[in-house]
């Protein structure tokens, strides 16, 4: 995301805590991705007072723009910070930079669908969390910008989302990378525009065009509201002990199996 729609990520960032609010979870650690100026480091801070919050900055956020706006937000999250790092890190080593079974929440607003393997960052996620830990993340959907796709060929150079998943191929995702009890949800934002110009720095933002037309060239067929599908989705961790299923069998270490005992009475 860049700064023309970063009410956007917060107000999202904003809605995935308002979900969480019905999840019982006790949080030592907390995995953000991406980190970015906002609000929600204020309501993380309050939600799981004595957690570390890890970071992993969106590339267009500075460190010092971060560390103002924690500090504007809530003193306690400067102190409270962990490990950091930035997505292009991510993205060229395939890894966040933090141990296995080291968090217990992961949170990811509006990423996944600049991702070119969402199933990679998934299983990273996994490898991260803590038995019983639980990953919440949104990101846009492939309806996003449909009104887009009836100009006329030519007018705008439109592209695909990188990975243009629906809720459904994310769920199925999931199950594949032994996350239990997946729920998904969508909705659908309208964004309306008095000024094409407005309309074109957003579409830009959100990554659906290669190249914007000159000003001066004939937009006045450009629709005057944008779709936005986004969609929200969380999953525990749980099981970790068991191995990777092979041919829809689990397996288990021997090692893992608890025995019971019984003294005969006297």
């Not at 960032?13 to 019982?24: H, N, S």
Request: hydrophobic share 40%; proline share 5%; with cysteine.
């Amino acid at each position: 995301m860049t700064q023309p729609i970063r009410w956007l990520q917060a107000e999202i960032a904003e809605r995935m805590l308002q979900k969480l609010d019905i999840v019982k979870l006790e949080v030592r650690d907390v995995l953000l991705i991406p980190d970015f100026p906002g609000r929600h480091h204020d309501a993380l801070a309050k939600r799981f007072p004595k957690a570390r919050i890890h970071s992993i900055a969106e590339n267009a956020s500075s460190s010092f723009a971060l560390w103002r706006s924690k500090a504007k937000c809530h003193w306690r999250s400067i102190f409270s910070s962990g490990k950091s790092g930035e997505i292009t890190q991510y993205q060229m080593s395939g890894k966040f930079m933090l141990p296995d079974n080291s968090v217990d929440l992961v949170i990811s607003d509006l990423l996944l669908q600049d991702l070119p393997d969402p199933k990679q960052f998934l299983s990273e996620c996994w490898r991260v969390l803590r038995e019983g830990g639980l990953i919440a993340f949104s990101y846009l959907g492939p309806d996003t910008g449909k009104e887009l796709r009836a100009l006329e060929t030519g007018l705008l150079q439109l592209k695909n989302l990188v990975s243009p998943w629906d809720m459904h191929d994310m769920g199925d995702a999931l199950m594949a990378e032994r996350f239990s009890d997946p729920v998904m949800d969508m909705e659908y934002l309208t964004l309306d525009y008095e000024k094409s110009a407005l309309l074109l720095a957003d579409i830009k933002a959100l990554k659906l065009v290669h190249s914007l037309p000159n000003l001066s060239a004939d937009i006045s067929q450009l629709p005057q509201k944008l779709t936005l599908e986004v969609v929200y989705g969380h999953a525990w961790a749980i099981g970790k002990h068991l191995a990777k299923a092979k041919d829809q069998v689990a397996y288990i270490d021997l090692n893992q199996i608890g025995r019971k005992t019984r003294s005969d009475s006297a």
